[in-house]
C-alpha cells in the first residue's frame, strides 16, 4: 500500500474491449494513523503550519496528481509539486479545511484554516484533526488527535452556572418570605365561629324548656 492501478470504461455494454486508452490511475490506500499534531493550539483566526505525524506502523505517501495534462493533443501525467501536493488536505473539525504538503512517510504539514467567526464568542475549543490524501475523505470518526483554538471569551466553569443557578433560587425564595411577612394573609373568623355556635346550640337542646 498504496497500489495504483490502471482502469478502463468500457464503450458498449460489459464489453471492455474497445476500451479507453489513458495514463490514469487508480489508487488503493490504507488511511494512515494519526499519532501527534505540533503545535497542537492556537489563537482563533490566526493562520500558521503545523506539523502532523503519523503512528508507528502507519505511513503518508505522496499524493496522485490531480489531473493529467495534455500536450499537442497527448495526455501525460504531471509530476509538477503544485499539481500533486494540492490534493492532500487537512481538516481542524468545523473551523474548516486546509491544503496539506508531503514532507516525508511520517510527516506532513499542514496550515490552520482562516474562520470567520469573532474570537470573543469562543473561549477554549477542541476539535478533531483528520486527514485525506486524495482531498475528500478525511476519516473523521477515527481521528485520534485534537488541535485547540484559543478565543477571548471570558472562561465560565460549569461550577459557577451552578452557583448562579442557586443564587437566583434562594434570591428568590427570601422575596417570597418577605412578601409574605410584609403582607399577611387575611384570617377568616367565620370559620372558628361556627363551631362555638352548634355548641352552644346543642347545650340548649339538651337542657330542655326551663
Not at 478525511?138 to 471570558?154: H, K, N, Q, R, V
Request: glycine content about 4%; hydrophobic content about 40%; some cysteine.
Amino acid at each position: 500500500m498504496p497500489r495504483d492501478v490502471p482502469f478502463s470504461i468500457a464503450l458498449s455494454a460489459d464489453e471492455f474491449n474497445p476500451w479507453t486508452r489513458t495514463p490514469h490511475r487508480f489508487r488503493f490506500y490504507e488511511q494512515p494513523l494519526l499519532a501527534k499534531i505540533d503545535p497542537d493550539e492556537l489563537e482563533v483566526g490566526r493562520i500558521a503550519e503545523v506539523h502532523i505525524t503519523t503512528a508507528e506502523g502507519s505511513e503518508f505517501f505522496e499524493p496522485m496528481p490531480l489531473s493529467p495534462a495534455s500536450e499537442n493533443g497527448t495526455i501525460t501525467v504531471t509530476s509538477s509539486p503544485s499539481s500533486s501536493l494540492a490534493a492532500m488536505k487537512c481538516k481542524f473539525g468545523r473551523f474548516g479545511e486546509a491544503s496539506a504538503i508531503f514532507i516525508n512517510s511520517t510527516t506532513i504539514k499542514c496550515t490552520t484554516p482562516p474562520y470567520d467567526e469573532s474570537p470573543d464568542t469562543i473561549y477554549r475549543e477542541s476539535v478533531p484533526v483528520s486527514v485525506a490524501l486524495n482531498g475528500q475523505d478525511f476519516a473523521e470518526d477515527t481521528s485520534t488527535i485534537e488541535f485547540t483554538f484559543l478565543g477571548t471569551a471570558p472562561y465560565v466553569s460549569f461550577a459557577a452556572i451552578l452557583l448562579t443557578l442557586a443564587a437566583i433560587a434562594f434570591l428568590g425564595y427570601a422575596v417570597a418570605l418577605l412578601i409574605e411577612a410584609c403582607y399577611p394573609a387575611p384570617v377568616d373568623h367565620s370559620q372558628n365561629e361556627r363551631p362555638r355556635h352548634n355548641a352552644d346550640h346543642l347545650r340548649e337542646n339538651m337542657r330542655g324548656p326551663q
